[in-house]
């Protein structure tokens, strides 16, 4: 099952398609030094076949390429952090911690 991520802009997520369907989304809300994902929603006929890891490593990946910090409101999102430790860099408390 091939997983495509895009940056629906317009409406402030990304969208995972499988076969051109939206199987979830993962909000956000982007400022000029910082980005907060707040909510992520998979379809239930697609939970535990990879969507949602798809759609946090994209989202993830946008953050960083942006240079901007990662504040994970969404609890997913952040126990993904959290399972893959490459990317606990970006989170907004280890940015601010470091700078004090």
Do not use: K
């Amino acid at each position: 099952m091939a997983v495509e991520v895009v940056d629906v802009a317009e409406r402030g997520r990304f969208e995972a398609r499988v076969d051109g369907r939206v199987a979830g989304f993962a909000e956000y809300l982007r400022g000029a030094d910082l980005v907060v994902y707040p909510h992520t929603e998979v379809d239930s006929a697609f939970e535990g076949r990879g969507v949602g890891g798809a759609l946090a490593r994209a989202a993830l990946d946008d953050a960083r390429s942006r240079g901007v910090a990662v504040l994970a409101t969404c609890p997913f999102i952040a126990a993904w952090m959290r399972r893959h430790p490459e990317y606990l860099d970006l989170a907004y408390q280890n940015r601010s911690s470091a700078s004090d």
